[in-house]
C-alpha cells in the first residue's frame, strides 16, 4: 500500500461551483468532477464514460434499465443513447419495454401525485406508478394489441431479445426505444418478460391457442453470452439495478463455464440509490462482483447514489454535448436462431 505524505494528499483543491460560467448540461457535469460527494461521482462518470466510448478496443457497451424510467419521462433519452451510439446492449425490465410499446400506439402518462385517492383511482380504472398515471383501459387495448401479434406469427420458440424486435417492427414511432432499437441493430434482451404486461399480453395468447409461441429464457442466456464472449473488452452501465443488472454481471460467469477466459467488465457505472448494508444494492457493489470476476480487477468503475431521474439526463446529457461518441463505429451483429454468427464494427 502506497503511502502519501501530507503534501500528496493537498495536492488538488476543490474548486467550488461558479453558475455564473455554466451554460450547458456538459459544463455543469465537467464542473462536478472538482466538487464533493454525488456530484463529483457524476463528474467521475462521465470521464469514465467518455473513456469506455473513446477506448480504441472498442468496448462492448451493456446498460441495464430498471425502475420506472419510461413512466419518469426518460424514454426518449434512452431512446437516444441507442440512435447515438452510447450503448450496444440493452437489458431490461419488462415494464419499461411495455410502456414504450404503450407510447408508442398513442397512449400518454399523465401527472399525478402520491398522495391520491387509490380506491378512487381503481374505480375509474386508472393505475399509479408513484406519481405518474396510466389508463387502465389503454393497457388492456395494448395487451391485446401483444397478443394479437403473438398469434400472427410462426409457433415455435423465441428469444426475448427475437421477439422484441419483432415488436419494435411492428411500431411506427422514431421516438420508441423498441422501434429505434430494431432500426439500428441493437439488440434488447428482458430476462423477466413474463414478469411485466408483455407477458400478460402472451399469456393471453398462451391460454386462447392450442398452437402457441414460446419464449425461452435460457435461450437468452445463451445468446447474450455469446455477445460477451466475442467482446475484446466490455463495459457496463446500470440505470438502477434489480435483474437486469445482476443478468448482465453473470454473463461473465457464464462465459467462463462455456469455455472463455476470464475477462470481467473492465468499465462500471451505476445510478441508484440502494445501499449495500442491506443485503441488496441489486446485486451487489463493484467491489463485491471483483470477487466473482464479473468486475476486472482494474476496472474504471463508480456508483452515483442518485435517483435515476436525475442522474441518468445529467449524464447522458453531458455525453451528447460531447464528442466523445461521434466516430464510435456502431457493433453489426447477425444471428442465425439462436447463433450469432457475425459480430463486427460497422462503419
Request: hydrophobic fraction near 35%; glycine fraction near 8%.
Amino acid at each position: 500500500m502506497k503511502i502519501f505524505g501530507k503534501a500528496e494528499l493537498l495536492s488538488e483543491k476543490v474548486r467550488y461551483l461558479d453558475l455564473e460560467k455554466v451554460k450547458t448540461i456538459r459544463d455543469l457535469v465537467m464542473a462536478f468532477q472538482y466538487t464533493s460527494i454525488q456530484s463529483r461521482n457524476l463528474g467521475k462518470a462521465l470521464r469514465i464514460y467518455e473513456r469506455m466510448l473513446s477506448d480504441p478496443s472498442r468496448p462492448t457497451i451493456f446498460m441495464g434499465l430498471a425502475g420506472p424510467m419510461v413512466p419518469g419521462g426518460m424514454r426518449k433519452v434512452i431512446r437516444d443513447m441507442i440512435e447515438y451510439g452510447l450503448i450496444d446492449v440493452l437489458v431490461s425490465t419488462g415494464a419499461n419495454l411495455y410502456q414504450d410499446f404503450y407510447v408508442a400506439r398513442g397512449f400518454s402518462h399523465y401527472i399525478g401525485s402520491p398522495n391520491m385517492d387509490d380506491l378512487l383511482l381503481r374505480k375509474y380504472f386508472i393505475d399509479r406508478i408513484y406519481d405518474t398515471l396510466v389508463d387502465e383501459e389503454k393497457f388492456r387495448e395494448t395487451d391485446d394489441a401483444i397478443a394479437k401479434i403473438a398469434e400472427g406469427l410462426e409457433k415455435r420458440e423465441y428469444s426475448s431479445r427475437e421477439f422484441l424486435e419483432i415488436l419494435g417492427k411492428n411500431i411506427n414511432d422514431k421516438d420508441s426505444i423498441l422501434y429505434t432499437a430494431a432500426k439500428k441493430g441493437v439488440p434488447v434482451f428482458c430476462p423477466a418478460l413474463n414478469d411485466s404486461s408483455i407477458g400478460i399480453g402472451l399469456t393471453k395468447h398462451y391460454s386462447k391457442n392450442k398452437e402457441r409461441i414460446t419464449i425461452n429464457p435460457i435461450r437468452d442466456n445463451y445468446e447474450l453470452a455469446q455477445i460477451k464472449m466475442k467482446s475484446k473488452t466490455a463495459g457496463v452501465i446500470y440505470i438502477g439495478g434489480g435483474t437486469p443488472k445482476n443478468y448482465i454481471q453473470q454473463m461473465e460467469v457464464i462465459s467462463e463455464v462455456l469455455g472463455a477466459e476470464e475477462n470481467g467488465y473492465r468499465y462500471a457505472i451505476q445510478i441508484t440509490t440502494d445501499a449495500p448494508q442491506w443485503g441488496g444494492l441489486s446485486g451487489c457493489t463493484f467491489e463485491e462482483a471483483q470477487s466473482w470476476g464479473k468486475i476486472h480487477k482494474e476496472a474504471d468503475k463508480i456508483q452515483i447514489t442518485v435517483e435515476s431521474t436525475i442522474g441518468m439526463p445529467l449524464l447522458v446529457g453531458a455525453v451528447l454535448q460531447g464528442n466523445s461518441y461521434k466516430k464510435r463505429k456502431p457493433l453489426q451483429l447477425k444471428w442465425e436462431a439462436d447463433k450469432l454468427i457475425d459480430f463486427k464494427k460497422g462503419r
